[in-house]
T-cell receptor, first 109, second 114 residues
């Protein structure tokens, strides 16, 4: 079992929809959780960063961590075609990041 | 402030050839990383350097060597390229303090080994 699991998709939704992207992790000791966005033929870039449980909001994006179920989510409100990208979740272990495989998101105009 | 830069952007090699991928960062980060990204596999860590003068193996180090030349530069060498090393290679550098795990990525090198 991989330490961080993520459905690779693709996930295709119409413009304006609410998007939910999810990851599960196996080690309850993980505390820092990150979402990276990667556009086609580009390097990943940090989107959201959360510590422990709870929600964090940044504009149209909300990151949620549920430590009891070892589940992390990224919600995108009012999705735009420019949100089309691959979204990778990650958590830390001794200054290294453990990555999910990434979910490809397609927003249809 | 260029962030993380990588050269070359594209490379085609024949089996058995060698090459070095170059990476530099101007953010004064201590940590630097080399990843490869393959379809369906996500990012896999090849080597990392937690600080100048140290390097450690990641998940998939076989067939690669690295050099942390100074605080800014971290190179990845393929001594004898194999078709299995066809991939996109990303260099990243790490943040400090509370954002110690944040990584900043370069644009990638697309390598094809024939």
């Amino acid at each position: 079992q991989k330490e961080v699991e993520q459905d690779p998709g693709p996930l295709s939704v119409p413009e304006g929809a609410i998007v939910s992207l999810n990851c599960t992790y196996s080690n309850s000791a993980f505390q820092y959780f990150m979402w990276y966005r990667q556009y086609s033929r580009k390097g990943p870039e940090l989107l959201m960063y959360t510590y422990s449980s709870g929600n964090k909001e940044d504009g149209r994006f909300t990151a949620q961590v549920d430590k009891s179920s070892k589940y992390i989510s990224l919600f995108i409100r009012d999705s735009q075609p420019s949100d089309s990208a691959t979204y990778l979740c990650a958590t830390d272990s001794n200054y290294q990041l453990i990555w999910g495989a990434g979910t490809k998101l397609i927003i249809k105009p | 402030n260029a962030g993380v830069t990588q050269t070359p952007k594209f490379q085609v090699l024949k089996t058995g050839q060698s090459m070095t991928l170059q990476c530099a960062q101007d953010m004064n980060h201590n940590s630097m990383y080399w990843y490869r990204q393959d379809p369906g596999m996500g990012l896999r860590l090849i080597y990392y350097s937690a600080s100048e003068g140290t390097t450690d193996k990641g998940e998939v180090p076989n067939g690669y060597n690295v050099s942390r030349l100074n605080k800014r530069e971290f190179s990845l060498r393929l001594e004898s390229a194999a078709p299995s090393q066809t991939s996109v290679y990303f260099c990243a550098s790490g943040g400090v303090g509370q954002l110690r795990d944040t990584q900043y990525f370069g644009p990638g090198t697309r390598l094809t080994v024939l």
